[in-house]
């Protein structure tokens, strides 16, 4: 496999998973969790969004969250925006970067944010003027890049047409996201193999749901074909609200784990990125999708059954 040795996780369960929890979790155990996070060395960390109360109740707290929490230097701390007034909110909470969201799918679009494709992309423009003022890149998740739940199939050429619109407005990194698990590694790939030498300068970002056990599968596809920034949720946190079937992001710390088994450096902290999940579980509740959790990392070993041990051979 051709793999790179070195790739950039960046955390988005305390936006993409908390945001649909049925109960409000308290600012300061949200503000514990990013700063778990960041000890365990996670390099890029979407804490939250600047959107309005009323759409994500869950996230009404996102300038207190976004103030509270400690700074780790090489930690970048970014927040998801839906329009221009929240890139104002999130340039004045001190954001690293801003992360901005269209879909790929017309009827996705009109479900998530209410707008069609080309009207999301011109209030974009807005945003993009907002953090150019302020000197805080941009990066622009795609949607249902490849598939949606209502349409099925998106054309690699429609996904090629939304991107080109991005990048010629000043998207400095674009995300391509399996909303709801629907991809496949040839697939994945395929588009790649497209998009890359397209727009060359891209910071490519591949942004996996695990609905149908796919998202790690579908990364290994994206590190072949020299993309190196991934999203990923801590337990598997995730899912999408205006996306029927969607399930949790592919988990930080399953990603993490394998990365590390295949020799693939991130920076991060393994043992202190499953303490902070199981924080998390402690603090929903809940157990949690992740694996790594329950069945320990692949070093793990356990003692041989009684009258096993002496019977085996020295070395």
Excluded at 49 to 59: A, E, G, I, N, R
Excluded at 269 to 293: C, E, H, K
Aim: hydrophobic fraction near 45%; proline fraction near 7%; charged fraction near 20%.
């Amino acid at each position: 496999m051709r793999l790179p040795e070195r790739v950039t996780i960046c955390e988005v369960g305390t936006r993409d998973g908390f945001q649909i929890e049925p109960d409000f979790i308290p600012t300061e155990l949200k503000i514990e969790v990013v700063n778990l996070l960041s000890d365990a060395g996670v390099p890029r960390i979407e804490v939250t969004s600047f959107v309005h109360p009323k759409v994500v109740p869950q996230l009404r707290d996102a300038e207190e969250v976004m103030t509270g929490i400690r700074r780790r230097p090489g930690t970048r701390y970014a927040a998801l925006v839906p329009n221009d007034k929240g890139a104002a909110r999130a340039v004045d909470a001190g954001v690293d970067a801003i992360h901005t969201v269209v879909s790929a799918s017309e009827s996705h679009n009109l479900a998530n944010v209410n707008m069609t494709i080309a009207e999301s992309i011109e209030k974009l423009r807005a945003v993009m003027q907002i953090a150019a003022r302020a000197r805080v890149p941009v990066g622009c998740g795609i949607s249902t890049s490849f598939g949606c739940p209502f349409e099925g199939e998106v054309p690699l050429a429609r996904l090629e047409s939304v991107v080109a619109r991005l990048v010629d407005l000043g998207a400095h990194a674009i995300g391509l996201a399996d909303t709801t698990g629907m991809a496949n590694p040839r697939q994945v790939a395929r588009a790649l193999e497209r998009l890359m030498p397209r727009f060359p300068g891209v910071d490519w970002v591949l942004h996996t749901h695990d609905t149908r056990a796919m998202a790690i599968p579908n990364i290994l596809a994206a590190m072949a074909c020299g993309v190196t920034s991934f999203d990923a949720s801590i337990g598997g946190l995730g899912g999408c609200p205006f996306a029927p079937g969607a399930s949790g992001n592919v988990c930080s710390e399953d990603l993490v784990h394998c990365l590390h088994a295949m020799g693939v450096e991130t920076g991060i902290d393994l043992d202190g990125l499953i303490a902070t999940s199981r924080r998390v579980q402690a603090i929903l509740g809940r157990t949690l999708p992740g694996q790594i959790v329950k069945a320990g990392k692949w070093d793990r070993r356990y003692p041989l059954p009684d009258g096993v041990a002496a019977r085996v051979p020295s070395r």
